[in-house]
């Protein structure tokens, strides 16, 4: 019998993270990270508080508002999926100040909660909490892990391998020509990093380097 896929959602929010963070396409570093539900809730103490990264030269402002709203949905969901389960709710109220445990008593809770839905085949309820958990890990890694675009330079010619193209298998369409030269535009904690990077040899230049060759005598 197949799993319900709220256990793996469930699994993303309060396991522990092991990352390969790209700072640029030849810069990367491996990184093991608390459970998402513990990250959030960092994030939520820094920004109330004013301490934690985001209070650094630069960074945007604290995202207390977002964070708290989001942090007061999970535990206000999960709580409710429990009272509806007729779960005893009191193990998980108790004040969490250890910054260590990992994940919250509310990851723990939703992980319980999730696992008596399944259990006692209340699909409709397994599945309402699967797509919340599926959004909550959009949105928190989203916050957490910074934004990436990536759009072909169209004509750019790739001053290392000389390519202009490159094929893309896509379902549906078979093999089409794309850009080989595409400007990667990322937001990481609030920094703008732009560069251009060749997707068929893997050449890349930062913007600013760029521009200060292009200044150069």
């Not at 396991?15 to 491996?30: A, L, W």
């Not at 604290?62 to 193990?91: C, F, G, K, Q, Y």
């Not at 949105?139 to 001053?159: F, S, Y």
């Not at 990322?186 to 760029?210: E, V």
């Amino acid at each position: 019998m197949r799993q319900h896929p709220v256990h793996d959602a469930i699994a993303a929010l309060t396991r522990r993270q092991r990352r390969t963070i790209s700072v640029t396409p030849t810069v990367h570093y491996r990184v093991t990270a608390p459970s998402l539900l513990a990250q959030l809730r960092a994030e939520l103490a820094a920004s109330t508080t004013g301490t934690g990264g985001r209070t650094i030269p630069t960074s945007r402002p604290p995202i207390a508002t977002d964070v708290l709203d989001l942090w007061t949905e999970i535990v206000t969901s999960t709580h409710t999926w429990a009272d509806v389960l007729d779960v005893d709710r009191r193990p998980y109220l108790s004040p969490n100040t250890d910054p260590d445990t990992d994940p919250p008593p509310v990851g723990r809770l939703l992980r319980h909660v999730a696992g008596l839905a399944t259990s006692r085949g209340l699909d409709q309820m397994a599945d309402a909490i699967w797509l919340a958990a599926t959004r909550w890990r959009r949105q928190i890694t989203t916050w957490l892990h910074g934004v990436q675009e990536q759009r072909g330079v169209r004509g750019a010619q790739c001053p290392d391998c000389e390519a202009t193209h490159v094929t893309d298998d896509r379902p549906g369409d078979g093999r089409v020509l794309i850009p080989a030269v595409v400007l990667v535009d990322r937001d990481l904690d609030g920094n703008r990093l732009q560069w251009l990077a060749c997707l068929a040899c893997g050449w890349s230049r930062g913007l600013a380097d760029l521009a200060t060759a292009g200044a150069a005598p």
